[in-house]
């Protein structure tokens, strides 16, 4: 099971947030390409990189430091964050992201989707991010009347590199993974799963472990790392990577 490692950027500095509320930043460097940098060092195969700052203002914002990354690391990076348009999907995947992740314009747009994965197969990846069971849009600030699993199985048989499914009541706050919920989601869809969301300590990673037989690929995890909980190397280590 992969391991990735979260750089969130607002307003240039690497945060991580609680419950993604915007007022609840807590701000672990002043230079993300140099977290991405550590992290890459430690043994990260691949990178979570969301523009929260794109996410609330519903468009790219933090392009440069995006780029800064992209040019430092050698490894893949998904990015998420104020994705909504074909231009901004292409302008990602021509700066060097690995592949990009859709959220809020997915539920509301999924056209857009069925579109690019046609013309960037492998290289998309839907967000659903859930409060409740019910997906939330517009940098979480808003829950729609959708239920995540409906909108996951909507997406069958497009070719999705794979969903990003985070429970927002535990984003940040070091809770412990929605088992229950990653668990019947990977079983309701053929797409490759990343668990996100409430992880803190290596049993955390233990109990995910399982699920990569449903077909949970790999698990985001932010805070636990910036925090010190969860020792990159060590949970590599545990997960023979």
């Known amino acids: ?25 807590t701000v672990f460097s002043d230079d993300p390409s140099a ?12 990178l979570h990189v969301v523009d929260l700052d794109g996410a609330f203002e519903q468009g790219p914002q933090n392009v440069e430091f995006i780029e800064r990354i992209v040019n430092k690391v050698h490894i893949p990076i998904e990015l998420g964050g104020g994705i909504r348009t074909m231009e901004t999907i292409s302008m990602y995947l021509d700066l060097g992201v690995s592949r990009v992740i859709v ?3 997915a539920i509301r747009n999924p056209g857009l989707i069925e ?16 409060r409740d069971g019910m997906v939330a849009v517009d940098g979480w600030t808003k829950t729609s009347e959708r239920e995540a699993m409906a909108v996951a ?6 070719g999705l590199a794979a969903i990003v499914f985070t429970d927002i009541q535990k984003d940040g706050m070091e809770s412990g993974p929605s088992i229950e919920q990653t668990k019947a989601l990977a079983e309701a869809v053929t797409t490759p799963i ?3 969301g409430g992880v803190s300590h290596i049993d955390d990673i233990k109990a995910l472990l399982p699920l990569k037989e ?4 790999g698990v985001i995890i932010g805070r636990a790392l910036y925090s010190g909980s969860i020792n990159l190397k060590k949970a590599l280590a545990f997960v023979g990577r």
Do not use: N
């Not at 099971?1 to 930043?25: F, T, W």
């Not at 977290?35 to 691949?46: L, R, Y």
């Not at 579109?115 to 859930?130: H, M, N, S, T």
């Not at 449903?214 to 690929?217: C, D, F, I, S, Y």
């Open 1 to 25: 099971m992969l391991i990735i490692p979260a750089v969130d950027i607002k307003e240039g500095h690497c945060v991580r947030l609680l419950q993604g509320r915007r007022d609840s930043e």
């Open 35 to 46: 977290m991405a940098e550590k992290w890459e060092s430690e043994g990260a195969q691949m």
């Open 103 to 105: 959220g809020t314009e």
């Open 115 to 130: 579109e690019a994965c046609r013309l960037y197969p492998g290289k998309i990846v839907v967000g659903i991010d859930a």
């Open 153 to 158: 199985k909507g997406f069958e048989g497009w």
């Open 194 to 196: 990343i668990a996100s």
């Open 214 to 217: 449903v077909g949970v690929e």
